[in-house]
């Protein structure tokens, strides 16, 4: 079989699970309660990267562009209208390619695929950046090879060879010698708010479990969606 033929034909049943709304609306109806609970089971059932997630963003011209990064926490805040509100922190070089997408527009949408639970959720909304202090906090909270890391790598330049990458991080190395390794400026995080979830659940025969919520005048709408 050629390259231009090639084809992938693998198929499986997803047998593992079963989803409905009754499931979210035992967790008070709230998707945050209920998508932590799906993380916090993840994280239980011993799966590595449980919080990595594909971030897709919008190019500067128009092209959705994704990757995968890693989520650190779930957070709460009180917004100045006195409502809770939460959020998603990642962290990542402002200057790279996806730091000047969300720079331009903020809208983006995160994906978590847990393939050992056949579970996947789905996230429109917003990234905007955190403060110093929480960006502050978390670079502090990093081991100090990522730290030092964070300075030697111009993320998502060109570059002519890898020795020019190692080349800056000994550089970096002998800048903090003996010294606290401060947080560049131009590295630190985003709080992502949701409009959107969409949980996923693998079921039988292809018809697959899906619930979608919309967050409509602060309140969230439940809908089952066909497979």
């Known amino acids: 079989m050629s390259e231009a ?32 609970a799906w993380m916090d089971q993840a994280q239980l059932a011993g799966l590595e990267d449980y919080n990595a997630t594909v ?7 128009g092209w959705p562009d ?10 709460s805040s009180q917004g100045a209208d006195g409502q809770e509100y939460k959020t998603l922190s990642l962290f990542t070089n402002f200057n790279s390619e996806k730091g000047r997408q969300l720079a331009a527009d903020s809208r983006c949408s995160l994906t978590f695929y847990w393939k050992e ?12 950046p955190l403060s110093d202090a929480e960006c502050d906090a978390y670079f502090a909270s990093r081991p100090r090879e990522s730290q030092l890391g964070a ?3 111009h993320q998502s330049e060109v570059i002519d060879a890898r020795a020019t ?8 190395v002998r800048r903090f010698e003996g ?39 602060g309140e969230w709408s439940l809908d089952r969606l066909s497979p």
């Not at 994704?66 to 957070?75: A, P, Q, T």
């Not at 639970?117 to 905007?128: D, F, K, S, Y």
């Open 66 to 75: 994704g990757r995968v990064v890693l989520v650190r926490s779930i957070d």
């Open 5 to 36: 033929n090639k084809k992938y034909s693998e198929r499986r049943d997803f047998t593992r699970g079963t989803l409905s709304v009754d499931d979210i609306h035992a967790c008070g109806g709230s998707p945050w309660a209920f998508f932590s």
């Open 117 to 128: 639970l056949e579970r996947q959720v789905r996230m429109l909304g917003r990234a905007v």
């Open 179 to 217: 010294i606290t390794v401060e947080r560049p400026p131009h590295w630190g995080g985003y709080a992502f708010a949701p409009q959107v979830f969409e949980f996923w659940q693998g079921r039988a025969n292809r018809l697959h479990d899906r619930i979608r919520c919309t967050k409509e005048s």
């Open 55 to 61: 971030l897709s963003s919008l190019s500067l011209d």
């Open 165 to 172: 990458l190692d080349k800056r991080m000994e550089e970096a």
């Open 151 to 153: 300075w030697a790598s």
